[in-house]
T-cell receptor, first 119, second 115 residues
Framework: NAGVMQNPRHLVRRRGQEARLRCSPV?????VYWYRQLPEEGLKFMVY????????ESGMPKERFSAEFPKEGPSILRIQQVVRGDSAAYFC?????????????????FGDGTRLSIL | AQSVAQPEDQVNVAEGNPLTVKCTYS??????LFWYVQYPNRGLQFLLK??????LVKGSYGFEAEFNKSQTSFHLKKPSALVSDSALYFC?????????????FGSGTRLLVRP
């Protein structure tokens, strides 16, 4: 069984360009979480999505950042007009529907991340 | 504000010795508690969790953790460290009543096990 797949693993962009990060959850998982890890820091929650819905985007910057999880295909984290401060590792995690019984206390499964570097 | 503290940036132990990686939390409400490990250029791997019941939980690779409600701590332990345990360890909490199910992470502790 494939785990959470993220691509690309490494992405280099110049200031002002757009970055698109993709995440395919574990097969059967309908819920996706995006986290950002700055150098030498822990992960910070950005956004929580289920298919075609954003459930919680309280950790995502209001400008330039957007996320989607369409009915078909991977979840996308999009950063427009990137700046140097966007350089970080972006991790995606997935879970089954956490509102269903015991699933609510199950761990999230993480991908290997996308390392974004802004020149 | 909800927070998780890992007071040690790095823990150094000799192979074969016991190890402890500390974690305390400050949350409003009851939490689920987790430990994850991160190897270089990889994502986080789940080690163990505390949900309810016995305060001592056992997880992968011989790790265990003790939940202490009065001290709001969830320290990670292993009786005998291996060089291969060297990695970055993260403690995380999730509030039981948080409808977004998001994890709140500590800043991480680097474990270095010397031969």
């Amino acid at each position: 069984n494939a785990g959470v797949m993220q691509n690309p693993r490494h992405l280099v962009r110049r200031r002002g360009q757009e970055a698109r990060l993709r995440c395919s959850p574990v097969k059967g998982h309908s819920h996706v979480y995006w986290y950002r890890q700055l150098p030498e820091e822990g992960l910070k929650f950005m956004v929580y999505l289920q298919k075609e819905n954003i459930i919680d985007e309280s950790g995502m910057p209001k400008e330039r950042f957007s996320a989607e999880f369409p009915k078909e295909g991977p979840s996308i984290l999009r950063i427009q007009q990137v700046v140097r401060g966007d350089s970080a590792a972006y991790f995606c995690a997935s879970s089954p529907n956490p509102t269903v019984g015991y699933v609510s206390n199950q761990p999230q499964h993480f991908g290997d991340g996308t390392r974004l570097s802004i020149l | 504000a909800q927070s998780v503290a890992q007071p040690e940036d790095q823990v150094n132990v000799a192979e074969g010795n016991p190890l402890t990686v500390k974690c305390t939390y400050s949350v409003s409400g009851n939490p689920y508690l987790f430990w994850y490990v991160q190897y270089p250029n990889r994502g986080l791997q789940f080690l163990l969790k505390y949900i309810t019941g016995d305060n001592l939980v056992k997880g992968s690779y011989g790790f265990e953790a003790e939940f202490n409600k009065s001290q709001t701590s969830f320290h990670l332990k292993k009786p005998s460290a291996l060089v291969s345990d060297s990695a970055l360890y993260f403690c995380a909490v999730r509030l039981i009543l948080d409808s977004s199910y998001k994890l709140i992470f500590g800043s991480g502790t680097r474990l270095l096990v010397r031969p």
